[in-house]
């Protein structure tokens, strides 16, 4: 207990001063290449609004005391429900605070509740965790350990696609935009008129399934990691493009969650005892080696990818 306190302790100052040197170098330092200056703000005290559930039932600000956990609907909402409540459960009992997990219907809808600040703590790709950093002041709190790429695959014997121009016009498994792999594959094409397919796939596993097995696409694109858990993959597909590789995905913490709490939360999902309640998201993830501690440098400016995006534009 005295060790978990003292993690606590550690990282409630890593947060504090991380927020200091961000709000006083975003104006000095150069943004990256492409990137957009990023300006931060104090931020907004947490009793200042109600939470997104308090909205909906038309509370005034302060009063409640629920925080909203969302994730990209990159599976079922039954799936969903399995993976991401133990998470907001165990976070529950570890903030004293109520968690409560919101599975969105669709990208439309994660995107719209994501960009209004209606989620509270949420898990998905650099790009997004990037976008809150610069918009919304949220703060990253652990990742995915690993490096985050993705793979164009295509069945082995398709010997007439050799190159991913190739795949103009042609049907690809993978997910919407924003989804990253679909917005790092899509800008492999200059022409916007000559561009591939996508068609949405609940879940990696069925992306893959459906250039492997079904073969209902041409191609599918999937997470490198995800690619190397799938039984025999290297006999049944072969990779025909890679795109480069970005920090993993990670958890971000709103302005509504205290700095103490977003410690709290840090140590508690890198921690041994949260293991049980991370499982089934590091499997689905293809992440053997668990979660690590995250930081708001290694994801500020990749908002960049989204700049074509809509709705990211501010």
């Not at 016009?169 to 594959?185: A, D, E, H, I, R």
């Not at 205290?258 to 508690?268: C, E, G, K, N």
């Amino acid at each position: 207990m005295y060790g978990f306190s003292k993690r606590i302790k550690n990282i409630t100052l890593a947060l504090s001063l991380g927020s200091l040197l961000l709000t006083a170098g975003a104006k000095a330092a150069d943004p990256a290449p492409g990137a957009r200056k990023t300006s931060f703000s104090p931020p907004e005290a947490a009793h200042t609004r109600p939470s997104l559930e308090g909205v909906a039932r038309g509370l005034p600000a302060g009063a409640d005391d629920l925080l909203v956990f969302s994730a990209p609907p990159r599976e079922t909402e039954e799936e969903g429900e399995r993976t991401y409540q133990p998470i907001a459960a165990y976070l529950s009992r570890i903030t004293g605070k109520k968690i409560v997990y919101r599975h969105p219907q669709n990208w439309l809808t994660y995107q719209t509740e994501m960009q209004r600040g209606s989620y509270d703590l949420v898990f998905d790709g650099p790009h997004l965790n990037g976008w809150r950093i610069s918009h919304l002041r949220h703060s990253t709190l652990v990742k995915v350990v690993g490096e985050h790429a993705f793979a164009v695959v295509v069945r082995k014997d398709n010997s007439r696609v050799t190159e991913l121009k190739q795949l103009a016009g042609q049907k690809v498994c993978g997910m919407n935009p924003p989804n990253l792999g679909t917005l790092s594959v899509l800008a492999q094409f200059d022409n916007p008129m000559r561009q591939p397919l996508i068609i949405n796939s609940i879940g990696w596993t069925s992306a893959y399934q459906g250039v492997a097995f079904e073969k209902k696409c041409a191609a599918a694109i999937v997470p490198v990691a995800n690619l190397k858990s799938f039984p025999n993959h290297e006999n049944i597909v072969r990779v025909l493009y890679k795109s480069k590789v970005l920090p993993n995905q990670a958890f971000s913490a709103g302005p509504r969650i205290s700095i103490p709490d977003q410690a709290r939360i840090a140590a508690a999902l890198v921690s041994p005892e949260g293991h049980a309640a991370i499982q089934r998201l590091l499997s689905a993830s293809g992440a053997e080696q668990g979660l690590a501690f995250a930081s708001k440098e290694e994801y500020t400016g990749l908002d960049v990818y989204l700049k074509d995006s809509w709705g990211y534009s501010r």
